[in-house]
Nanobody, 119 residues
Framework: QVQFVESGGGLVQPGGSLRLSCTAS????????MDWFRQAPGRQRELVAT???????NYKDSVKGRFTISRDNAKSTMYLQMNSLKVEDTAVYYCMRRWRGSQVKGDSWGQGTQVTVSS
């Protein structure tokens, strides 16, 4: 059974940092591109950062220079280091795999991890 489990969220003040983790099970993690998404209340889910199976990375413009995506294939885990957090980064963060540019049919979203940036 394919499963994605996100963790590491919490409440942090503006300017603070958090490190999110996404652990996958039921898949050969190393062959997949992986994505971090987030969804704020009342808004659509949006793509935040991506990392390919070869390690190439891309970021949403608003998080460039602040967020760093990485992966540890031996642990089937992906990370999102978030620095200089802003109130507008508040959202539930999710991870998902991609194969040849598309989400894999039948995959379900995990429970996500809540990130709240507030003073």
């Amino acid at each position: 059974q394919v499963q994605f489990v996100e963790s590491g969220g919490g409440l942090v003040q503006p300017g603070g940092s958090l490190r999110l983790s996404c652990t996958a099970s039921g898949i050969i993690f190393s062959v997949y591109d992986m994505d971090w998404f987030r969804q704020a209340p009342g808004r659509q889910r949006e793509l935040v950062a991506t990392i390919s199976s070869s390690g190439s990375v891309n970021y949403k413009d608003s998080v460039k220079g602040r967020f760093t995506i990485s992966r540890d294939n031996a642990k089937s885990t992906m990370y999102l280091q978030m620095n200089s957090l802003k109130v507008e980064d508040t959202a539930v963060y999710y991870c998902m795999r991609r194969w040849r540019g598309s989400q894999v049919k039948g995959d379900s979203w995990g429970q996500g991890t809540q990130v709240t940036v507030s003073s």
